[in-house]
Nanobody, 120 residues
Framework: QMQLVESGGGLVQAGGSLTLSCAASGSIFRINTMGWYRQAPGKQRELVATITRGSSTNYADSVKGRFTISKNNAKNTVYLRMNSLKPEDTAVYYC??????????????WGQGTQVTVSS
């Protein structure tokens, strides 16, 4: 069974930094896209950043210049470096991946979520 495991969440002060990681495991042929989403209380889940197999990246306007998404293909792992954190960044962060199985079936995977809390 394929799965995503996230780590790195926690409590930080405004202006601080935090790095999230997400590792994919299971019968994986290829990962097409990986990304991060977040959901704050009372709000819908929103896209934070994505990265393709070819390393093309996209960011939400609210995090451009502060967050950086990267990956390690050999480890099937994606990272999110968050700098200059603001209280409005407080949310549960979810990893997402579009993964091809050895039979070329695409699976849309989600991590369990990790809490990021930014205090003022």
């Amino acid at each position: 069974q394929m799965q995503l495991v996230e780590s790195g969440g926690g409590l930080v002060q405004a202006g601080g930094s935090l790095t999230l990681s997400c590792a994919a495991s299971g019968s994986i042929f290829r990962i097409n896209t990986m990304g991060w989403y977040r959901q704050a209380p009372g709000k819908q889940r929103e896209l934070v950043a994505t990265i393709t197999r070819g390393s093309s990246t996209n960011y939400a306007d609210s995090v451009k210049g502060r967050f950086t998404i990267s990956k390690n293909n050999a480890k099937n792992t994606v990272y999110l470096r968050m700098n200059s954190l603001k209280p409005e960044d407080t949310a549960v962060y979810y990893c997402n991946a579009a993964v091809l199985s050895p039979l070329l079936k695409e699976n849309d995977l989600w991590g369990q979520g990790t809490q990021v809390t930014v205090s003022s």
